[in-house]
């Protein structure tokens, strides 16, 4: 299968380990043709691949985007955004809010893990990292495996994931807000792998009340994603809403590399008559 479509890709910009040039360069070789950085709560990557445009724009569709770090009742819900406008000067400076805000989540984490007795300290992720992007749990883990630090089974658990008693939830993006947020820059909003918010009542509830998008084809890990695929491109289908797809690449912190997830021709030619109807 040739797969030319990758709406999914985190850089430097956010949590991924390769920048956007890098990106560009893969996507290059790979012979993508569309491609968008979803950056947590950042276009920063976008906006350096903007500044040589002639490198790209006769082989590839660059279309900016971002994800954000929502929550609707209770649940964290990732939340894509295409075509997003990144001269909107206001859009840009809330997402420089959301990155410091979810950054001092991240802090605070960070001290948490400090006091269980764990040699980890703010110094070493600012040490490693540019503290412009919103630090996340990945920045934080990536940090811990590189300096060999010792944290059990349940450690993990506890500090990272949602239900773990030490985790602190990101409050304050909600939902509605968010939706309402790209709307208003003039984008586009997708509900990101909604097979990992583990609640179709909650999912079909979201799509039916918003009236979003919703990213069908992804790169689910287990025997499961055949039928997450399909199950999800029913509910599509039934609320006749738009689907997207991508690989949600990191570089190497995952196993999964650039362009690697299966996105059919269709999927770009309904977004972007959604944007240009
Ligand atoms: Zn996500
Ligand atoms: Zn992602």
Sequence with gaps: MNNFIDLH????????????????????????KYISLTDHESTEGYKELLLIKEKWQEDLMIIPGVELHTY????????????????DDSFEHELKKLRKARTEVSYYTVEKINKSGINLNWQMIENKFNTDVAITKGHIIKTIRENDLQLTQEDFYNFFNTKGTDYIPFRLNPLEN????????GGIPVLAHPALIGDDYLVEQIIAK?????EVFYHYFGDKAKEWIENYKTIAK??????????????????????????PQDIIDNLIKVKYK
Excluded: P
């Design 9 to 32: 890709i985190h850089s430097t910009a956010s949590d991924g380990t390769k920048s956007a040039q890098n990106i560009l360069n893969q996507a290059l070789e790979k012979k993508l």
């Design 72 to 87: 609707y009742q209770g649940k964290e819900i990732h939340l894509l955004g295409y075509f997003i406008n990144t001269i």
């Design 238 to 263: 039934r609320y006749n809403i738009l689907m997207t797809g991508g690989s949600d690449y990191h570089g190497s912190i995952t196993q999964v590399e650039l362009g690697d997830t299966f996105v």
């Design 210 to 214: 918003y009236r979003i998008g919703i």
């Design 178 to 185: 968010a939706i309402e947020f790209i709307r208003e820059n």
